[in-house]
């Protein structure tokens, strides 16, 4: 069974970066199969894809966040990682990782998901 | 960037009850739609991928429907463990969105 787990400051202060990093288990982050993403939900607000990354490092980013995300993997460890720079308030939110796979039947969907971290924004 | 939009945003139903979520798509995006259950505290459970298609281990109460724009989840017959949340996901394109979540909480 895979497992995400997500780690990292809950509090961080605004204009800082928040460095966030999920930790696989269960399954090899460097299978060519899935993408890893990042994930958010603001309290009260619906999800919002940030981003993902595939074991061979490329990226695609939310157009709403790409100037301030980067988001990495380190296969050695069966992790990746969230950097979000530049933070403010809007920021606050629960953040998830999620594994994703393509299909052609179902497209771009998440089966795999960790239990989130809150992060506060906030002096 | 294609929006999702579920209603309603809550929903007050029984033990037993028939419950239906919609969820409408600013642009057709074929059958690819995908559904979640949220619990607080917990990681999202994936439901429902293809518009239709039950994931593994999903109760078979649970169905959805739909192409093009509008899409429905239906929970034949609501049981405890199904107070949650519910979101829906546009898995065509990039940048991949979500609805904005149904709560289904006891009545």
């Known amino acids: 069974q895979v497992q995400l787990q997500e780690s990292g400051p809950g509090l961080v202060k605004p204009s800082q970066t928040l460095s966030l990093t999920c930790t696989v288990s269960?399954?090899?982050?460097?299978?060519?199969?899935?993408?890893w993403s990042w994930i958010r939900q603001p309290a009260g607000k619906g999800l919002e894809w940030i981003g993902r990354?595939?074991?061979?490092?490329?990226?695609n980013y939310n157009p709403s966040l790409k100037s301030r995300v980067t988001i990495s993997v380190d296969t050695s460890k069966n992790q990746f990682s969230l950097r979000l720079s530049s933070v403010t308030a809007a920021d606050t939110a629960v953040y998830y990782c999620a594994r994703g796979h393509y299909s052609d039947s179902g497209g771009y969907v998440f089966d795999y998901w960790g239990q989130g971290t809150l992060v506060t924004v906030s002096s | 960037d294609i929006q999702m939009t579920q209603s309603p945003s809550s929903v007050s139903a029984s033990v037993g009850d028939r419950v239906i979520i919609t969820c409408r798509a600013s642009?057709?995006?074929?059958?690819?739609l995908a559904w979640y259950q949220q619990k607080p505290g917990k990681a999202p459970k994936f439901l429902i991928y293809a518009a239709s298609s039950l994931q593994s281990g999903v109760p078979s109460r649970f169905s959805g429907s739909g192409s093009g724009t509008d899409f429905t989840l239906t929970i034949s017959s609501l049981q405890p463990e199904d107070f949650a949340t519910y979101s829906c996901q546009q898995a065509d394109s990039l940048p991949l969105t979500f609805g904005g979540g149904t709560t289904v909480e006891i009545k």
């Open positions: 990354i595939y074991s061979s490092g490329n990226t």
């Open positions: 269960g399954g090899s982050i460097s299978s060519s199969s899935y993408y």
């Open positions: 642009q057709g995006i074929s059958s690819w």
